[in-house]
């Protein structure tokens, strides 16, 4: 549980708060994203560590966007499902086994790091500033 705290939910808090310190030092309208992850809410066995940690994540986000909005200061979460990477091809790496998670998607694919890349791109535009 450590790890998964300190990996995901520090490392976000940390990183959060200096990026506002610089922020509202230089008066500056800022977006930040964090990253979540579905298994917060949607119960996956054996991963009670990485959902607390990760819902962990979204109350930072939620909360953050509440304090900072009057500071021209955004803060959004990006709740990714499985998505194909390294750390995922425990999971992906059978052919039947990534079939089978891929069907399980509404999109009928795993993730990729360019859509979660995309979709924060957006976020941290200006097109996304209300």
């Known amino acids: 549980l450590k790890q998964a705290l300190d990996a995901n ?11 506002v310190q ?13 990253i979540g992850s579905v298994a917060a809410t949607a119960g996956f066995p054996n991963h009670e560590a990485i959902a607390s940690a990760k819902a962990a994540v979204a ?4 909360s953050a966007a509440a304090t900072y909005a009057d500071r021209n200061i955004r803060v959004n979460c ?38 979660t890349a995309a979709l924060a791109e957006f976020l941290l535009s200006p097109a996304a500033s209300w």
Do not use: C
């Open 22 to 34: 610089q922020a509202v030092h230089h008066k500056v309208h800022a977006s930040a994203v964090l």
């Open 9 to 19: 939910f520090f490392s976000a808090w940390n990183a959060l708060r200096l990026f």
């Open 78 to 115: 990006i709740h990714p499902g499985l998505t194909s990477s390294a750390m995922s091809s425990r999971l992906t790496s059978a052919p039947t086994v990534a079939e089978r998670l891929a069907k399980a998607n509404p999109l009928g694919r795993l993730g990729q790091g360019d859509d």
């Open 59 to 62: 109350a930072l986000a939620q």
